[in-house]
């Protein structure tokens, strides 16, 4: 008698599948994140790391934006560094700019956030006004403040003849005041930026620990520099390399309010105007090259600051 391989048999007579007849997925579990990752990955490739890279390769050539790009090695680095007076000097503003967003913005935000943190009455209208300016665009408020620079129609020298100023200055035109001029309007939009952040950490801050410093007698200065300045550090790093960032990818107001002439050129206009205006592509890469580099060195201190803060909580 011949027999023949039944599948077995399960409880109410079901057929249980044989090893055979199970099929494996096409797709590893563990590899599903990442095919959702891989989007995001190939455009990231794309719009960032390719281009970062190309641009790495045109500082180390001739190109003029036409011809075939030839390769010179680290001619555009030394040529930079040695030879050329206006990367000294728009190198120089950005240092200038750099200084500048760190202490102001941040010392006026803060003093703003520890007053409308407050009850006090209005505040909210207040905390608008600042806030305003940063929801304009930069090129607007360049076109802004270069009309109250104006050396005949402008609304400060307006002001100053009208309290008795006989040769009020030219702003926008004088050498030694445009990159400070600049820099001010630049300021009056982040000062609103700074004050909200601050604002934040301050609504963050546990009030029980006020409440034990206030009991303990500490008065009001005691309390915001033992107690409210080191719970906000958290907040001042983030202030404080966005603000060096922002200072280093200076552009708009510059290129807005007087072009880069008098005195007023920064990395990122200069590196427009060689590439784009002098058609020496290979010597603005360079340029944006050093401006990357110098900007790499303050993101990598704040992604190691905040990768140290996650690790420890």
Same mark, same amino acid.
Request: charged share 15%; glycine share 8%; proline share 6%.
């Given at each position: ?56 390769? /045109? ?10 790009? +030839? ?37 006026? !935000? ?37 009309? /109250?620079?104006?050396?005949?129609? !402008? ?48 609504? +963050? ?13 500490? +008065? ?70 050093? /401006? ?22």
């Amino acid at each position: 008698m011949q027999t023949t391989d039944k599948p077995a048999m399960g409880q109410a007579g079901r057929v249980r599948p044989s090893s055979d007849t199970i099929t494996r997925p096409l797709i590893p579990p563990k590899a599903i994140p990442y095919l959702f990752l891989l989007p995001a990955l190939l455009l990231y490739l794309v719009w960032i790391i390719g281009p970062t890279l190309y641009t790495v390769y /045109l500082s180390l050539t001739d190109w003029d934006g036409i011809s075939t790009p +030839n390769f010179i090695g680290l001619q555009n680095f030394v040529r930079l560094f040695q030879r050329d007076r206006t990367f000294t000097e728009a190198l120089t503003n950005n240092l200038r700019w750099l200084v500048v967003f760190i202490t102001v913005p941040t010392t006026l !935000g803060l003093g703003m956030a520890l007053i409308f943190n407050t009850d006090m009455r209005g505040g909210r209208f207040y905390k608008v006004s600042i806030y305003a300016p940063l929801v304009l665009s930069l090129p607007v408020i360049g076109l802004i403040w270069a009309w /109250l620079y104006n050396p005949r129609l !402008g609304l400060i020298n307006a002001f100053l003849t009208g309290v008795g100023v006989e040769d009020p200055p030219g702003w926008l035109g004088d050498r030694e005041l445009a990159i400070w001029c600049v820099i001010a309007a630049a300021v009056w939009r982040q000062v609103g930026y700074v004050m909200v952040l601050y604002l934040a950490g301050l609504k +963050n801050i546990d009030p029980s620990l006020i409440d034990a410093a206030l009991v303990d007698g500490a +008065n009001r200065w005691n309390l915001f520099r033992h107690v409210v300045l080191p719970l906000l550090a958290p907040v001042t790093t983030i202030i404080a390399v966005i603000s060096i960032i922002d200072s280093l990818r200076a552009f708009d107001l510059v290129s807005i309010m007087t072009r880069g002439g008098q005195s007023t050129q920064v990395l990122a206009n200069f590196m427009y105007m060689e590439a784009f205006n002098n058609y020496r592509m290979g010597y603005g890469a360079a340029i944006a090259v050093v /401006l990357f580099a110098i900007s790499l060195v303050f993101i990598g201190f704040y992604l190691s600051r905040t990768v140290k803060d996650e690790l420890e909580y």
